[in-house]
């Protein structure tokens, strides 16, 4: 059975950092892409970060949300896991943060096959 389970969510202050872990297991996910999403009160599930098996990485860009720069998500080892360093942590970062794998990579929810239950982060102001 495969599993997805995230953690290292909190509740921070404005300006503070964490740094979620996702561990994934049930199957080899050495080939498989890793991403984060996440998911704030009353909004639609929106993409974070992306890393594919090789390494690469694709952050949110859209104005509204972007991470790029403040967010860093890497590989660990062995490839079963995923983490995302969050910097700069602003309120707007306030939401449910999902780990999900899939064999494609990409920057919409649908791309992906699994995902865990999510951990949240609170940024008071």
């Known amino acids: 059975q495969v599993q997805l389970v995230e953690s290292g969510g909190g509740l921070v202050q404005a300006g503070e950092s964490l740094r979620l872990s996702c561990a994934a297991s049930g199957r080899t996910f050495d080939t498989y892409a890793m991403a984060w999403f996440r998911q704030a009160p009353g909004k639609e599930r929106e993409f974070v970060a992306t890393t594919s098996w090789s390494g690469g990485s694709t952050y949110s860009a859209t104005s509204a949300t972007s991470v790029k720069g403040r967010f860093t998500i890497s590989r660990g080892s062995p490839k079963n896991t995923v983490l995302l360093q969050m910097n700069r942590l602003k309120p707007e970062d306030t939401a449910v943060y999902y780990c999900?794998?899939?064999?494609?990579?990409?920057?919409?929810?649908?791309?992906?096959?699994?995902w865990g239950q999510g951990t949240q982060v609170t940024v008071s102001s």
């Open positions: 999900a794998a899939g064999v494609k990579s990409g920057t919409h929810f649908t791309a992906y096959d699994y």
